[in-house]
């Protein structure tokens, strides 16, 4: 069956870096584009990166471009999150997903912490 596990997160000082990661299976992962999507406390899921198929076209939400760079690999169906200059407001439970923002299938998440 589909699942998503992400990981990765954790608490960092505003200014830090992580790299998030996300195992993918139970679907053809070379034929669809990846998103990564966060959710804080009392706000909506927001998009944070997509990552196309063969071209990997890559689009960033306006609030991380410049600090996020996002990618996969799809000999191991894995899709990454390198997250640099992080602030506070970056505070937020991280999700992979292949099939949007109303897929039936989420993963546990993956917190992350930007506090000093």
């Known amino acids: 069956q589909v699942k998503f596990v992400e990981s990765g997160g954790g608490l960092v000082q505003p200014g830090g870096s992580l790299r998030l990661s996300c195992a993918a299976t139970?679907?053809?992962?070379?034929?669809?584009?990846m998103t990564w999507y966060r959710q804080a406390p009392g706000k909506e899921r927001e998009l944070v990166a997509t990552?196309?198929?063969?071209?990997?076209?890559?689009y960033y939400g306006d609030s991380v471009k410049g600090r996020f760079t996002i990618s996969r690999d799809n000999t191991k169906n894995m899709v990454y999150l390198q997250m640099n200059s992080l602030k506070p407001e970056d505070t937020a439970v991280y999700y992979c997903n292949a099939f949007g923002s109303r897929s039936k299938y989420w993963g546990q998440g993956t917190q992350v912490t930007v506090s000093s």
């Open positions: 990552i196309t198929t063969v071209t990997s076209s890559i």
């Open positions: 139970g679907f053809t992962f070379s034929t669809y584009s």
